[in-house]
């Protein structure tokens, strides 16, 4: 039995009772009289996993011994490796949605970066899941340490001739040569919770970013952006204002990420 708490069902609930209390309402239901609580994590032969939150309450039954989120090609995963494969997922699935080039051939395959890519957690899913899809793999970051630990995990996930890396300011002109315009961007937004960020420094870096985020990407483009809930109607009013951006926004997913909340926006340039 494995019960997670979250919000205020974390100050008022107790994880061990509920784990007991569903555990022998099992028991006594119908035809599971041979059943047994086993409460130690790894020794039950089915485990049911509890998941309270302020929203609601959700039962599941883990289907794998490891989380899914565990990536053993990754040494540092900072955003939820679920998270970061459904980015991409999203990236590529509206990319191959987009006219076919000229000749009536279909375009791809993609190039793509990601401007504040921090350990690329991101980028190494794209490498990993799509190999064949992307021509080339970019990640910025203007961390010198974490742009590190992005190769560390490019290194154990072997991509390395498909990923590169440089040190940039994403406020900035980005390092990239005149003639590259990138067919996608997909980048986890700094929610100004971590690094000294506050969220009014991010509100004021962001028209910055947004904007360079616009040069590098061509006419139809795509954009996967991962931002906090809090912030998100700011966002959508920058991306979506007539006079500078004027992106379409294509869709948009909520998501929680422990205690926070936050979205993937889908924009098109």
Same mark, same amino acid.
């Given at each position: 039995?494995?019960?997670? #708490? *979250? ?5 008022? +609930? ?27 994590r790894g020794q ?13 309450? /959700?039962?599941?039954?883990? #289907? ?18 679920? %998270?970061?494969?459904?980015?991409? *997922? ?26 504040? +890519? ?13 190999? !064949? @899809? ?7 970051? %203007? *961390? %010198? ?41 997909? +980048? ?37 952006l991962l931002f ?19 992106? @379409?926004?294509?869709?948009? !997913? ?9 979205? /993937? ?5």
């Open positions: 039995m494995n019960v997670k #708490l *979250s919000g205020a069902a974390r100050r008022v +609930c107790d994880a061990r009772r509920i784990a007991k209390s569903v555990g022998s309402a099992i028991v006594k239901s119908a035809g599971s009289e041979n059943w047994e609580i086993e409460l130690r039950a032969e089915v485990e049911l996993s509890v998941y309270v939150t302020d929203d609601g309450i /959700i039962l599941a039954v883990p #289907l794998t011994l490891k989380p899914i989120s565990e990536r053993s090609y990754l040494t540092h995963i900072p955003l939820r490796s679920t %998270v970061a494969s459904a980015m991409g *997922s999203l990236l590529l699935r509206h990319l191959d949605e987009l006219e076919p080039g000229g000749g009536g051939e279909e375009r791809g395959p993609w190039l793509a970066m990601d401007p504040m +890519c921090g350990t690329a957690t991101i980028l190494v899913e794209l490498a990993v899941t799509f190999k !064949f @899809k992307f021509l080339d793999l970019m990640g910025m970051d %203007v *961390s %010198v340490e974490q742009l590190g630990r992005a190769r560390e995990n490019i290194l154990k996930a072997n991509v390395g001739p498909r990923l590169s890396l440089s040190v940039g300011d994403a406020r900035r002109r980005w390092p990239l040569k005149r003639e590259v315009e990138l067919d996608g961007i997909v +980048c986890d937004l700094p929610f100004g919770l971590q690094h000294g960020n506050t969220e009014a420094e991010v509100k004021r870096n962001l028209p910055a970013i947004l904007q360079s985020m616009h040069g590098a990407l061509r006419s139809g483009g795509i954009l996967v906090s809930a809090a912030l998100s109607p700011h966002l959508k009013e920058l991306a979506q204002a007539e006079s500078s951006l004027n992106w @379409k926004l294509l869709a948009t !997913f909520p998501l929680k990420l422990g205690e926070l909340h936050g979205n /993937i926006f889908v924009f098109q340039k």
